[in-house]
């Protein structure tokens, strides 16, 4: 089996109990460290396996030995749960489930409510229904996220790596379909200077209060333009990597209940930041945010750019130079604004408006994204294509890293079903 149907197979076992049509006949197909696997479960991975391209070219006892072997598996995973003490809270799905929901919506450009409609529609549940089935799947990602996260952790593969990879499974790479080409320019809307330096001025009286004795979470709630306000600036648990890197250099440097002697700047503005409790795998912050917010003249300013830019802006050269100078896009402005190819019903929902009705070649008006003007233009589309190192590198390390990461967790695997007792039941 190849690698991209391996990963498709077992995202299917995962969900399919919450998917599956009735099965008349149940029993148990066997038991993994006193967790079963109900024969209906069995009998539904099996159906789709069978459907499969690869599943179609066994025998039907290679089939059935493939499905349970990967039951098994995943049994042998979650009893990893429990033996490492991985605990996933409530709350944490249910922030992940209403995330879902709303991409769902916003992909689809409709109201929760006419979400709602269409689940009871095609799947013929209720909304309740629905988020208890994703809760359910939810909780599973997270939970053998973080197996694989302790166990195998990130890998970083070398050019070699992926050079490899991609001679070993071109052929069953998934193509793109209706894809197009784009590039980009990121124009943000910069405060001006003397709003940045007014702005710190009052941060650095509200710490010379803070120096007087003054509660943090007080002058927090009565000054932080920041939704955690509310709770004295409290923002929470963050693991590394997940907060702007200027606050997390500061977090570094403090002990337990400090705060920062100066404030610290990021694109929002100006924070006065502070440990409030550390844990192997991140720490908890607050802060009192004092926004830098841009003014009308400032506005007026990248608005004229980006309309001349769009208007002048005739070649591909051309944009590629412009994206070089002016971008603050940093992931792509090295290279000439260049972002990729993109399937259409992939895209980035706030991409797919802009971009519509452009023909190749040509330039989008500048569009407002996350706080920043932006100017697309269409390199190329095409119907069906095929991916390439010299085009999709990103996209096909990013392959690489995952077929690694699943080699070393299969290894693990096989030692750690060797430390469970399993007992197979299943007759026919």
Same mark, same amino acid.
């Given at each position: 089996?190849?690698?991209?149907?391996?990963?498709?197979?077992a995202f299917?076992?995962?969900?399919?109990?919450?998917?599956?049509?009735?099965?008349?006949?149940?029993?148990?197909?066997? @038991?993994?460290?006193?967790?079963?696997?109900?024969? %209906?479960?069995?009998?539904?991975s099996?159906?789709?396996?069978q459907?499969?391209p690869?599943?179609? !070219?066994?025998?039907?006892a290679? *089939?059935?030995?493939?499905?349970?072997?990967? #039951?098994?598996?995943e049994?042998?995973?979650?009893s990893?749960?429990?033996?490492?003490?991985?605990?996933?809270?409530q709350g944490?799905?249910? *922030?992940?489930?209403?995330? &879902?929901?709303?991409?769902?919506?916003?992909?689809?450009?409709?109201?929760?409510?006419?979400?709602?409609?269409?689940?009871?529609?095609?799947?013929?549940? %209720?909304m309740?229904?629905?988020?208890?089935?994703?809760?359910?799947?939810?909780?599973?990602?997270?939970?053998?996220?973080? @197996?694989?996260?302790?166990?195998?952790?990130?890998?970083?593969?070398?050019?070699?790596?992926?050079?490899?990879?991609?001679?070993?499974?071109?052929?069953?790479?998934?193509? *793109?379909?209706n894809? @197009?080409?784009?590039? &980009?320019?990121?124009l /943000?809307?910069?405060?001006d200077?003397?709003?940045?330096? %007014?702005?710190?001025?009052?941060?650095?009286?509200?710490?010379?209060?803070?120096?007087?004795?003054?509660?943090?979470?007080?002058?927090?709630?009565?000054?932080?333009q920041?939704?955690?306000? !509310?709770?004295?600036?409290?923002?929470?648990?963050y693991?590394?990597?997940? #907060?702007? /890197?200027?606050?997390?250099? $500061?977090?570094? *440097?403090?002990?337990?209940?400090?705060?920062?002697?100066?404030? $610290?700047?990021?694109?929002?503005?100006?924070?006065?930041?502070r440990?409030?409790?550390?844990?192997?795998?991140?720490?908890?912050s607050?802060?009192?945010?004092?926004?830098?917010?841009?003014?009308?003249?400032?506005? !007026?300013?990248?608005?004229?750019l980006?309309?001349?830019?769009?208007?002048?802006?005739?070649?591909?050269e051309?944009?590629?130079e412009?994206?070089?100078k002016?971008?603050?896009?940093?992931?792509?402005?090295?290279?000439?604004?260049?972002?990729?190819?993109?399937?259409?019903?992939?895209? @980035?929902?706030?991409?797919?408006?802009?971009?519509?009705?452009?023909?190749?070649?040509?330039?989008?008006?500048?569009?407002?994204?996350d706080?920043?003007?932006?100017?697309?233009?269409?390199?190329?589309?095409?119907?069906?294509?095929?991916?390439?190192?010299?085009?999709?590198?990103?996209?096909?390390?990013?392959?690489?890293?995952? &077929?690694?990461?699943?080699?070393?967790?299969?290894?693990?695997?096989?030692?750690?079903?060797?430390?469970?007792?399993i007992?197979?039941r299943?007759?026919?």
């Open positions: 089996m190849n690698f991209f149907s391996r990963v498709i197979f299917c076992a995962v969900a399919s109990f919450a998917l599956a049509e009735p099965v008349l006949m149940e029993g148990v197909a066997a @038991v993994v460290d006193g967790k079963p696997i109900m024969r %209906s479960d069995f009998l539904n099996l159906y789709k396996f459907e499969t690869e599943g179609s !070219a066994m025998s039907e290679d *089939q059935r030995q493939y499905v349970l072997d990967r #039951l098994i598996e049994k042998v995973l979650l990893r749960i429990d033996r490492d003490s991985i605990v996933v809270t944490e799905v249910d *922030q992940r489930v209403n995330s &879902h929901l709303q991409q769902l919506a916003a992909g689809q450009n409709i109201t929760m409510a006419t979400l709602e409609k269409a689940i009871r529609a095609q799947l013929g549940m %209720s309740a229904q629905y988020r208890d089935m994703l809760s359910k799947q939810i909780r599973s990602n997270i939970e053998m996220a973080r @197996v694989r996260q302790r166990h195998v952790g990130a890998i970083a593969p070398t050019r070699k790596d992926v050079e490899n990879f991609y001679k070993d499974y071109k052929d069953s790479i998934p193509r *793109q379909y894809c @197009v080409f784009l590039s &980009h320019i990121q /943000p809307i910069h405060p200077s003397a709003i940045v330096d %007014s702005v710190r001025k009052i941060a650095e009286t509200l710490i010379d209060t803070l120096n007087l004795g003054m509660s943090f979470e007080l002058l927090a709630k009565a000054h932080s920041d939704s955690s306000a !509310a709770r004295g600036g409290d923002l929470g648990y693991k590394r990597g997940q #907060l702007d /890197p200027a606050f997390e250099r $500061v977090l570094d *440097q403090l002990k337990n209940g400090q705060y920062a002697a100066s404030p $610290v700047k990021t694109a929002l503005g100006w924070h006065i930041a440990v409030l409790g550390r844990k192997e795998d991140g720490v908890r607050a802060q009192i945010l004092l926004r830098t917010i841009p003014t009308a003249a400032d506005t !007026a300013k990248v608005i004229a980006a309309d001349s830019l769009q208007a002048n802006l005739k070649t591909g051309a944009f590629a412009a994206a070089r002016y971008s603050e896009d940093k992931s792509s402005n090295y290279a000439g604004g260049r972002l990729g190819w993109f399937q259409k019903n992939e895209m @980035v929902p706030a991409y797919v408006d802009p971009v519509a009705n452009l023909q190749v070649g040509e330039v989008s008006k500048p569009v407002m994204i706080g920043a003007y932006h100017l697309f233009r269409l390199d190329d589309s095409r119907q069906i294509r095929e991916l390439t190192l010299e085009e999709d590198f990103g996209k096909i390390e990013m392959m690489t890293a995952s &077929h690694l990461e699943n080699l070393k967790l299969q290894e693990l695997i096989k030692k750690w079903r060797q430390q469970v007792h007992e197979i299943l007759t026919e």
